[in-house]
């Protein structure tokens, strides 16, 4: 939960984006709009920054800032301040972080900014048919941020010894555990790893759009009368007789009838 509450003092409004906006809080805020004060660039695209904001944070423009209304702000949770960017010009604004409570409050920005224990906390309160009974786009989001696993099996064999269970929970899933009726279906959840999508580069010909190649020969290659890929005769791996000396396997096959039940189907065909 550290992760939700920690302030942030490397980002600024130039860097804001609305996934990061969820790494930080009102305070915050406030120290991005009292540095933008003193930035003519800032000042003229605070549209812009207020729109980002928006996206993580309620934001109430606050026209009278007399104790009793401050106050009433107070009681809501937000929090109050005031930006002067000349003798003229003044905002004050009562701002609050948008609260994660339901599966709907999930989105692709702010999914990644949350913990495995705050998302098993959002989903207990809103389940009731397990996680096939949430809509695609909710999933979809859901594992854009985190591995998720489940399982279905009676009560008394969920928690069997050197099980499932027990093995995702050293893993370091959180858990869920969804009653129905005689049977649970537990729901495992892992926040993945970060990872850094790789970026294709297209290198430029050499010689490309230069102007002293213009005069560089040009091979030109006659392959009419080459063979087409379709006629190039290809050994089949088949003609090889496959033997105890050639043949190998790169997976090991183990089941547990009492783990790798994943349906009340599945159990049921095994007994």
Do not use: C
Not at 89 to 100: S, V
Not at 128 to 133: F, K, L, T, Y
Not at 155 to 174: I, T
Not at 251 to 267: N, R, Y
């Amino acid at each position: 939960m550290a992760k939700e509450t920690t302030s942030n003092k490397a980002l600024s409004l130039k860097s804001l984006t609305k996934s990061s906006v969820w790494d930080v809080q009102e305070n915050d805020i406030f120290r991005m709009l009292d540095a933008a004060e003193k930035d003519a660039e800032l000042k003229d695209n605070l549209r812009h920054y207020a729109d980002i904001i928006r996206s993580a944070f309620m934001i109430e423009d606050v026209k009278d800032d007399s104790k009793p209304v401050l106050e009433k702000y107070a009681k809501q949770g937000y929090k109050v301040g005031s930006i002067k960017f000349s003798e003229d010009q003044k905002i004050t604004w009562a701002i609050k972080k948008r609260p994660i409570v339901r599966v709907t409050d999930l989105t692709y920005e702010n999914i990644r900014h949350i913990t495995a224990a705050k998302l098993i906390e959002v989903l207990d309160r809103n389940f009731g048919g397990g996680w096939d009974s949430l809509s695609q786009s909710i999933q979809d989001i859901i594992e854009s941020g985190f591995d998720i696993s489940t399982t279905t099996l009676p009560k008394e064999r969920l928690h069997k010894k050197g099980g499932m269970y027990e093995k995702k929970v050293a893993d370091g899933y959180e858990v869920l555990e969804v009653a129905k009726g005689s049977w649970v279906e537990a729901i495992f959840a892992k926040l993945k790893p970060e990872t850094i999508k790789p970026r294709m580069r297209f290198d430029e010909p050499k010689g490309f759009g230069d102007e002293d190649d213009e005069d560089a020969d040009v091979e030109i290659v006659d392959d009419y009368n080459s063979p087409d890929e379709d006629d190039v005769e290809i050994d089949d791996p088949n003609d090889d007789e496959i033997n105890e000396n050639n043949y190998r396997t790169t997976f090991d096959i183990a089941a547990d009838p009492d783990e790798d039940a994943e349906s009340l189907s599945d159990f049921i065909a095994d007994e």
